[in-house]
């Protein structure tokens, strides 16, 4: 079996994957204080409570875009597993053609997603991924990574609006029935969900007539993507574990050559 993390700014997920199919899936979070041995031993007991012998994981593999996190996560790696994970970097084998300007600036989350869309459901496709920041991914038909957009994520903006306006209440993010909000929190719910859900729509809208492919099938990720989905006719499929799967395409590209 494969180990595969994605480490994000909120969460580490990680899964187990036999092929391409999918053992079990965890949700860490992710804490910049934490040390390779409490993060390897809070893995052995996950490993244990699922009756997983370490020993079955053959390979490891993880994107992050927390730099601070990377060493503490290959420390652990090795303490406790016996092995170096492989990582998203110059000279893996993705599959895709990247047309950034600067690769290196290219998060390795965006390139495991390209990855899974591309492969998973063909080009010319759309990834977006809602994370902490929501991030938007545009691959070709000849599977050429070709740029997008970012933007700051659903509870990021709702922490914003209040962090910042001292009179408005903290508020959950719960859609309301209609945009023509009655009272201070409904307004802001409306106001945040529903106007993201536009924001959404146009970029997917015009990401679209930019590249001249109007069918271009556009992939969903990450914790909010239903809340969005369900009022967005923009988004035609919803894959929680895209990444995750992206990671376990490129190390099944790259395993011969790293053993």
């Given at each position: 079996m494969i180990l595969t993390m994605d480490i994000g700014n909120t969460n580490i997920k990680t899964a187990l994957f036999e092929?391409?199919?999918?053992?079990?899936?965890?949700?860490?979070?992710?804490?910049?204080?934490?040390?390779?041995?409490?993060?390897?031993?809070?893995?052995?007991?996950?490993?244990?409570y699922n009756h997983i012998e370490r020993g079955c994981i053959e390979?490891?593999?993880?994107?992050?875009?927390?730099?601070?996190?990377?060493?503490?996560?290959?420390?652990?790696?090795?303490?406790?597993?016996?092995?170096?994970?492989?990582?998203?970097?110059?000279?893996?084998?993705?599959?895709?053609n990247i047309r950034y300007e600067n690769p290196r600036e290219l998060g390795s989350d965006r390139i495991a997603n390209a990855v899974a869309g591309y492969e998973l459901y063909g080009g010319p496709c759309i990834t977006i991924d809602f994370g902490t920041a929501t991030n938007f991914g545009v691959i070709s038909a000849k599977g050429e990574?070709?740029?997008?957009?970012?933007?700051?994520?659903?509870k990021l903006a709702a922490e914003a609006l209040t962090e910042h306006a001292a009179k408005l209440p903290r508020f959950e993010l719960d859609k309301?029935?209609?945009?023509?909000g009655r009272n201070s929190v409904t307004n802001m719910q409306a106001g945040i969900i529903y106007g993201y859900i536009g924001q959404v729509n146009y970029l997917v809208e015009r990401m679209k007539r930019e590249l001249g492919a109007?069918?271009?099938?556009?992939?969903?990720?990450?914790?909010?993507?239903?809340?969005?989905?369900?009022?967005?006719?923009?988004?035609?499929?919803?894959?929680?574990?895209?990444?995750?799967?992206?990671?376990?395409?490129?190390?099944?590209?790259?395993?011969?050559?790293?053993?």
């Open positions: 092929g391409m199919e999918m053992r079990q899936y965890w949700r860490i979070s992710t804490d910049r204080n934490r040390s390779s041995d409490e993060l390897g031993i809070l893995l052995m007991n996950l490993l244990n390979g490891i593999m993880m994107s992050s875009v927390v730099p601070q996190i990377n060493f503490t996560v290959e420390h652990m790696c090795r303490n406790y597993f016996g092995m170096d994970p492989m990582k998203i970097e110059p000279g893996i084998k993705t599959g895709i990574f070709l740029g997008g957009a970012i933007c700051p994520g659903l309301p029935e209609t945009v023509i109007p069918n271009a099938k556009v992939i969903a990720t990450g914790g909010l993507s239903v809340l969005v989905a369900e009022e967005s006719d923009a988004i035609d499929v919803i894959d929680g574990l895209l990444t995750l799967k992206g990671l376990c395409l490129i190390y099944a590209k790259n395993a011969n050559q790293n053993r």
